[in-house]
């Protein structure tokens, strides 16, 4: 059956590529014979690590012309006005009409497009990927497009694809929790969200068309730089009913473990540190009465389990891997009756069907990935898909991530379990030998998360503040970092607009001795955003990368509606940058240098 399939195929992981980790390693300057660093029993120089300046300007602008900077300036301030972000989309059909395609075209090349967006297609990006990368700025391709679809439709085709047919015919109803279940007034996910991709499904045939230009979006990131990244979304690889259900089954069967740790005097520890009594689980489970103590006590073997005679969180969740086929896997236990209860009553072969294929998508595009010398991102979703995406994005790194961290997981650190997931993940990759890969983001869906568990009825998922977020983070962070320190094949990127962030983690990074050249940690922001930030980190040797959008124009209107729209909710940060072009505009033209050309 379809998971189990996934499940078993990590025995079998073939080899990965070896990858290079940094944007433009041969450019990097000279290794210093006064910088010495032990790395196991051998010693290899270091060129000494230069300070990053952000405030620079001379430094930070040096890849962009004059006529750049302006336009940089001119599309900052068009995000920063509340009437025309107000009435954005309006603007852009009416100039349409007024100016015609053609001219509507090149006008947005030359502005709003032109900032955010590389080019149209695989060819038309390569020289910005270039000139990026001769200023140490590596690439994480992604193909923009989405479908303009009216909140009517989106809600719709949201509400078709994640219910079942059992749950049309009414047989499945009120078998998930809240959060799981799909909800009308939710069914745009767009609404709320202000700088993330949305997909909507229509059919598998719509599937296999996005995974075709992913494909050739990881041919082309191969083609164009080393070592670069393409990033993927499966909510757009298959039906989200999936997704939705797994979730679930998997949230349900966690909850049950912290259940047992209550019971065992262990509520409120960090979920890498929580240990059961082997003897006393399954004394309680047996209670129960969902299993029989025979049945029991073959779960809770030395050769699943060691010889330790407790049980942690990550044993509990490898149960969960033999508990036969797809259909039974998705049951739950219930504490008050004490039965293990099916989700569903059954699958359609059809859905059966659709579960394996979008397995074979992702199966499909990593491959592809290691061919092409590419890492694959998988970028976080909403809290309701992404227990699944996490799990299926590990079963995908078992596989792949054996010599080198070839898939990546992302982590939102605006979840309350944020540190859990980050601490189970890598203590996970330890125990069985494979790389850990992570992407840490801070969240894209916060205002429609916490709208939604108010108007369904759950706790919401999302720290209570920003403060707690960016603290979330940098424990987050600080624990990768520290890791890393230990196992030299792990890699973190480090996603953020933040410049504190990105002083932590650099003051962290030479306090733990971590190399910028050894391309464990590298830095991620998005194209046509902060470049202050990014260029500076590049041309001192720091990995770092640029998400970098293309699309035809028309296709990736919805993403640069967003991407105006996120610059209006970070002001501070766009007026620190607005600034800092100001004064490298009259900087160039104090000294002559007005028409400057990047070198």
């Known amino acids: 059956m379809a998971l189990r399939r996934v499940f078993l195929l ?9 990858l290079s980790t940094e944007p433009q390693a041969g450019e990097q300057p000279a290794a210093s014979p006064g910088a010495v660093r032990a790395w196991g029993a051998a010693e290899a120089l270091r060129r000494p690590v230069p300070v990053v300046d952000f405030s620079n300007t001379q430094e930070a602008y040096r890849c962009r012309r004059s006529w750049e900077l302006v336009r940089n300036l001119l599309v900052l301030r068009l995000c920063a006005s509340p009437m025309l972000l107000a009435h954005h989309e309006q603007l852009f059909h009416v100039s349409r009409k007024l100016l015609g395609q053609r001219i509507f075209d090149r006008l947005m090349k030359m502005t709003v497009y032109g900032h955010f967006v590389a080019g149209e297609d695989q060819e038309s990006i390569r020289p910005l990927i270039q000139h990026n990368k001769a200023f140490g700025v590596g690439s994480i391709l992604d193909y923009g497009v989405e479908e303009d679809l009216s909140p009517e439709e989106a809600e719709r085709k949201e509400m078709e694809s994640c219910t079942s047919e059992a749950e049309r015919d009414s047989s499945g109803t009120n078998k998930r929790e809240k959060q799981y279940q799909v909800h009308p007034a939710f069914g745009d996910r767009r609404d709320g969200v202000i700088c993330a991709r949305t997909y909507f499904y229509a059919n598998e045939a719509k599937c296999d068309n996005y995974m075709e230009n992913l494909l050739q979006t990881i041919e082309a990131s191969g083609g164009a730089s080393d070592g670069g990244f393409s990033a993927i979304k499966l909510t757009a690889l298959g039906r989200p009913q999936f997704l939705l259900q797994f979730s679930d089954v998997l949230t ?10 209550a019971e065992q005097g262990q509520s409120g520890r960090a979920a890498v540190d929580t240990k059961l009594e082997v003897v006393v689980l399954q004394e309680s489970i047996a209670k129960m009465g969902i299993a029989s103590r025979a049945e029991i006590k073959e779960w809770f073997t030395p050769e699943t389990l060691g010889v330790s005679g407790t049980v942690d969180l990550l044993d509990w969740n490898s149960l969960i891997d033999s508990r036969t086929q797809l259909s039974r896997h998705l049951v739950v236990p219930n504490v008050q009756t004490g039965q293990l209860e099916p989700l569903l009553s059954r699958f359609t072969e059809e859905e059966e069907q659709q579960m394996k294929r979008m397995l074979q998508r992702m199966d499909v595009l990593a491959k592809k990935a290691r061919e092409s010398g590419v890492r694959l991102m998988v970028d ?16 995908m790194q078992r596989r792949f991530n054996v010599d080198k961290p070839l898939i990546f997981n992302t982590f939102q650190c605006y979840l309350k ?22 992407k840490l983001v801070r969240g894209a869906y916060m205002a429609q998360e916490r709208a939604r568990a108010v108007e369904i009825g759950y706790e919401d998922p999302i720290n209570p503040t920003y403060e707690a977020t960016n603290a979330m983070y940098h424990r987050c962070l600080n624990y990768v970092l520290e890791e890393l320190k230990r196992r030299p094949r792990a890699e973190v990127m480090v996603a953020s607009h933040n410049e504190d962030t990105v002083r932590f983690t650099l003051r962290r990074m030479e306090e733990l001795g971590l190399h910028p050249d050894d391309g464990q940690v590298c830095f991620g922001q998005l194209l046509g955003m902060c470049d202050q930030i990014s260029f500076p980190l590049g041309q001192a040797g720091f990995p770092v990368y640029k998400y970098v959008p293309y699309g035809p124009v028309m296709e990736v209107l919805p993403y640069l509606s967003r991407r105006a729209l996120e610059n209006s909710s970070i002001m501070k940060g766009a007026q620190r940058e607005r600034r800092l072009l100001w004064q490298e505009l009259y900087r160039r033209l104090r000294t002559g240098d007005l028409f400057h050309h990047p070198a």
Request: a positive charge; proline letters at 4%.
């Open 417 to 438: 379990d944020a540190y859990d997931n980050v601490t189970m993940d890598m203590e996970l990759a330890r125990r069985e030998g494979w790389c850990f890969g992570a």
């Open 252 to 261: 349900r069967w966690r909850r049950f473990f912290h259940q047992m740790a």
């Open 380 to 395: 976080a979703e909403q809290s309701y898909f992404q227990p699944a995406i996490s799990r299926l994005t590990l079963e």
């Open 10 to 18: 990590r025995s079998a992981a073939p080899r990965v590529a070896g």
